[in-house]
Structure formats: C-alpha cells, structure tokens
C-alpha cells in the first residue's frame, strides 16, 4: 500500500495486531501510546527489523489536544502527512454508574471520544488537501446495545459510532472514508480480568463459539482503508 499511517493505542492488542498487519503491507507507521514505553519501542524495533519500514513511536495523551497537535505536527515534519487514521486507543471502566467519580467519567470520555475528535480533526486538512485518506474507528458492540456496569464505556461508544456516522457524510464529497469497527468480545488486555465463567457466557452468545482476537480486528481495518473499500 505504501501509505503513512497513524494508529493511536499502538503497544498492543489490536492496536499492536494492527501497526503489525500494515507493516506487512510496506506502510510507513506513526505510533502512540500513552504510557506503555518499552512495548511501543520493542514493537518499533521489530517493525522496522522484520518489515524494513519506516516506523516511529510517539509517546503521549490523546485526551490531551496539545499533545495530540504535536504529534501531528512531528508526522507532518517527518512524513509531510498521513493517509489512514487508525483511531484505537481506549480504556474501560467497570463499576456502578453510582460510584463513579467526574474523574473517571471525564478520562474515560477524553480517551475514548475525545481523543478521536481530537486526532479527526489535525487529520482532516492533511487528507483534504490531497482529496483522499481514509479514517478507521475502533468502537465496540457495547456502543450498539450497551453493557451492564460500563455505562461510560458504552455511553462513549456509542458516541463514537455516531461520530463516523456523521463526519462519513462531511468528508464523503472529498474522496475521504470514515468507518468504525464494532468488535464484539476480542482477546486482548482490557478483557483479561474476566472469569472463566463470563467467557463462557460470552462464547454461548456468539454464533461461531469463540471470542475474536486481535489479528481479525487488524485485517478489518487494513480493509477498510484500502482502495478495496473505497465506496464504502
């Protein structure tokens, strides 16, 4: 593909399945995480001895406009842009809605949605001006229908899902594809903590009787921000 790439969350799941799915492809790789240092750089150093791709890792808070303005302007200097947006990052929460604090809603709103807007937006003139790009938001299933004692989790999905919706349609006109994956269950880190039980449950629910993993999720986004995907 030879595209630059940018993908938020980078260190690992399907953020890390995903750098590794584009790398193979021949991409030029922008990474972030916020705090993960020593996995982004193991990835970055695998990346770039296994694929020969150009790849750099940019360390920081994607809630926070400031850094995310830098980040991209550090793209800008060493790529003069991007082509495909992978808007990954996330955290959960799970607890009563109840015995939640303002910091936690506001920090899981500013990873979860904010930063998507936040990224969205320095992404846009480069893509603009060049009247192509494609963006990919990694949403979540609990966005469509909700979950039980993840209701900012949910809630800031759900968000995101109309997020897509809706700047789909703004940037249609100039050759630019915004879509959002929903993943259901995926085999990841912020899924570790369940119990045996819960995945049972979980895996009785899904029709092909196993949860995703990461690579798959990785593959859809590869998909839609190739030119296969182009009217999508």
């Known amino acids: 593909m030879n595209q630059r790439v940018l ?3 980078a260190s690992h799941g399907i953020g890390k399945a995903a750098a590794e799915r584009f790398a193979k492809e021949g991409c030029t790789l922008i990474l972030n995480c916020r705090q993960s240092v020593e996995e982004l750089s193991a990835l970055e150093f695998y990346l770039k001895k296994n694929y020969s791709v150009d790849c750099i890792s940019l360390i920081g808070d ?3 406009p400031d850094f995310v303005k830098e980040m991209f302007e550090k793209t ?4 003069g842009g991007i082509d495909i947006l992978i808007n990954n990052a996330g955290i959960s929460h799970i607890g009563l809605l109840g015995d939640m604090s303002n910091e936690e809603w506001h920090r899981v709103m500013g990873i979860n949605l904010d930063s998507v807007f936040y ?4 992404a846009i003139p480069y893509m603009l001006s060049k009247k192509s ?3 990919v938001n990694v949403s979540s299933v609990w966005g469509n229908i909700g979950a039980s004692m993840e209701v900012a989790y949910s809630a800031s999905k759900g968000a995101v899902n109309s997020f897509t919706k809706a700047l789909a349609k703004e940037l249609a006109p100039s050759g630019i594809t915004v879509n959002c994956i929903a993943p259901g269950l995926i085999e990841t880190a912020m899924n570790s903590n369940l119990s045996v039980e ?3 449950a979980f895996v009785e629910e899904i029709p092909l009787g196993r949860i995703g993993n990461a690579n798959e999720i990785a593959s859809a986004a590869l998909f839609l921000s190739s030119p296969a995907a182009e009217y999508i």
Do not use: A
């Open 76 to 79: 800008m200097e060493r790529f």
């Open 119 to 122: 990224c969205c937006r320095e």
């Open 133 to 135: 790009g494609s963006i």
């Open 62 to 64: 994607v809630s926070s």
């Open 7 to 9: 993908i938020t969350g």
């Open 198 to 200: 819960d995945l049972n």
